[in-house]
């Protein structure tokens, strides 16, 4: 199958050679070409270049031409942090909340994430994947092309290993890059009451050597928050994980500042996700890291807590990414989209900063950079086609309704 795409309005996010990860003042830059073309053969991006030096068409065999006359063509976006596997929704903890308790609250009386556990221990295998397919097509329609998924609702080896093999297996239904993270640290287990240190333990000693061996994970990832994981235990888990291959995506930050930002740059973190909460410190450890910043404004819409600074993070040469966090307790939500729109928004960010981060950056944050998150020969086809506008910056401030009106998918038409 092949495709072309001409009289495109504008290509944007389009490298001869893309760069690994943008940073600071690199993230307000989105290159783009006028009135392009782009071609795509057997799922890879094949050529690009400006209709002026476009040859024509000279064969015809199996090609689908989109004409995108008014309409800008970027990279699919690549979602670095969701919960997508999960049993089901919580709504009533969020009629709860709207009569004023607080997610800890909710938490504490044994909802939250101990209430998607319950209800995912009594779900088979097959079951979870039913529930879970709908819910990737539906984010690779809303114009995702690579996503990393967690654990973290199983909180026994059994169950966990059960969440990430139904990772795996979206994998393999799809053919779409996915990233998996072992989140056995999401919340101390309802039957580990009273027995942290014990839980701690089979995670240490159990869980991650049994992930490792059926090769589950990619990374390691753990709840890092007061009555939660603490930043001694989180940087346990970190370090196990290491010894098993697997390098590290944290959660932190989220409500509390415990000071775990400076030590995971340092143990190389992948990402840290959440920074609703920074202290100057973390700013500055993260300045001109490798380790990414996740910004998660879905999350801090749904919740009403505070957006992440990422100003701040930017201005400070931070590489930040977006991501939707999807998961039914905090953001139940696939909508890349929306995620860029709130970054705009409410953290201030260009349009062309929320893009890189919800794209080249969220590929970084998943270690593929290499074959996502940008327009660039020999890259995995997966493209967004605007409705006709007259800037890009349309995608963002058309907030309520997604300005999206194509998604190719490795070079597979999934709307145009
Ligand atoms: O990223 N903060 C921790 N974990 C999830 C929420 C999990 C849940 O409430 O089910 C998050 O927001
Ligand atoms: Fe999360």
Known sequence: MRILIKNIRGLAGVYDDAPSLLRGKEMDKLPMIENAFLAIEDGKIALFGSMDDWGGITDWR????????????????????????????????????IKGLTYEQIAKRGGGILNS?????????????????????????????AMEMKSGYGLST??????????????????????????????????????RRAYIDLILEEMIPAVAEEKLADYVDAFCEEGYFSVAETMEIVARGAEYGMKSKIHVNQFNALGAIPELVKAGAVSVDHLEVLEEADIQALNGANTIATALPLCSLFLSIPY??????????????????????????????????????????????????????????????????????????????????????????????SAIAGVINHGKVIKA
């Not at 995108?68 to 009533?92: K, N």
């Not at 169950?159 to 996915?178: F, S, Y």
């Not at 705009?344 to 270690?367: F, R, S, V, Y």
Request: glycine share 6%.
């Open 308 to 401: 992440t600074l990422s100003r701040k993070l930017i201005d400070n040469n931070a590489a930040l990414a977006i991501a939707t966090d999807y998961n039914p307790g905090s953001a139940p939500s696939s909508n890349m989209a929306l995620a860029v729109s709130l970054a705009c928004i409410k953290m201030n960010m260009t349009p062309a900063e929320a893009i890189n981060a919800a794209t080249l950056n969220g590929a970084a944050a998943m270690e593929l950079a290499d074959t996502h998150g940008s327009i660039t020969n020999g890259k995995v086809a997966n493209v967004l086609i605007t409705e006709k506008c007259e800037h890009l910056s349309f995608l963002p401030y058309s907030f309520g309704k």
């Open 117 to 145: 556990a319950a209800k995912l221990a009594s779900m088979s295998e097959a079951e979870l994947f039913e529930k879970a397919l709908p819910r990737l097509s539906e984010a690779i329609e809303m114009g995702t092309g």
């Open 158 to 195: 059994k169950n966990e290993l059960k969440m990430l093999r139904v990772i795996k297996d979206l994998q393999k239904e799809t053919g779409i890059a996915i990233k998996s993270s072992f989140l056995g640290a999401h919340a101390i287990a309802a039957d580990y009451a009273g027995k």
């Open 62 to 97: 199996n090609l689908e031409v989109i004409d995108a006359e008014g309409r800008y063509v970027l990279p699919a976006w690549c979602d670095s942090h969701t919960h997508l596997v999960f049993a089901g929704s919580r709504e009533l903890e969020f009629e709860d909340r």
